[in-house]
Nanobody
Framework: QVQLVESGGGLVQAGGSLRLSCAAS????????MGWYRQAPGKQRELVAT???????TYADSVKGRFTISRDGAKNTVDLQMNSLKPEDTAVYYC?????????????WGQGTQVTVSS
């Protein structure tokens, strides 16, 4: 089992910045690909960014150049630095831990943290 706890959400004006943090416990942190997803009202949950144990990153096109994902193996945390925020970034943001095994995919989720960007 993996326990994930997010923090750092809030209300910010357009153009502002927020930093989300996710603390993981209950597992060997390094074996999981960590990611951030978001879900806006009435929309499906979508990928924002991922980072592998080796530091390789992927980003949704909508956040490239504005968001940065990072992980700290010593602290078992994964952060999402969000700059130049837009109203369309408003959503509940979820931390994810993913591991692909031979016959099954493992996914664990945090409880989510609200990010609201006002225009």
């Amino acid at each position: 089992q993996v326990q994930l706890v997010e923090s750092g959400g809030g209300l910010v004006q357009a153009g502002g910045s927020l930093r989300l943090s996710c603390a993981a416990s209950g597992t060997v942190f390094s074996i999981y690909v960590m990611g951030w997803y978001r879900q806006a009202p009435g929309k499906q949950r979508e990928l924002v960014a991922t980072i592998s144990s080796g530091g390789s990153t992927t980003y949704a096109d909508s956040v490239k150049g504005r968001f940065t994902i990072s992980r700290d193996g010593a602290k078992n945390t994964v952060d999402l630095q969000m700059n130049s925020l837009k109203p369309e970034d408003t959503a509940v943001y979820y931390c994810n831990a993913h591991r692909a095994l031979t016959r099954v995919q493992l996914d664990f989720w945090g409880q989510g943290t609200q990010v609201t960007v006002s225009s």
